[in-house]
């Protein structure tokens, strides 16, 4: 089970942290990921991060603005995000990869448990 928390409203180059709980098996094994779904657009591959959280993969309009964390003695995963833009609005997904020992996947069939979703809403 995956809870993801830490979404609100904020304002354009405004920061926010979101967090996800793991539960249920074992959170250190598995890469994570975090996705994002704006309202009438496809979902997209934000950030993700290897199970040992040794490295870190990021879209492109992610780059330099958001960082993607882990706590595997908490079974967390954070992303921090930066400078905030109205295009960032979304609903936030976090999610954990199937297979053990995994980098990080930025294709979403590569992830088997998903959480609920934080909104995420920046004004201009």
């Known amino acids: 089970q995956l809870q993801a928390s830490g979404g609100g409203l904020v304002q354009a180059g405004g920061s926010l942290r979101l967090s996800c709980a793991a539960s249920?098996?074992?959170?250190?094994?598995?890469?994570m990921g975090w996705f994002r779904q704006a309202p009438g657009k496809e979902r997209e591959f934000v950030a993700a991060i290897s199970w040992s959280g040794g490295s870190a993969v990021y879209a492109d309009s992610a780059k330099g603005r958001f960082s993607c964390s882990r706590d595997n003695a908490k079974n967390t995963v954070y992303l921090q995000m930066n400078g905030l833009q109205p295009e960032d609005t979304a609903v936030y997904y976090c999610a954990q990869e199937g297979s053990w020992y995994s980098k990080g996947a930025t294709q979403g069939d590569k992830y088997d448990y998903w959480g609920q979703g934080t909104l995420v809403t920046v004004s201009s």
């Open positions: 249920g098996r074992t959170f250190s094994r598995y890469g």
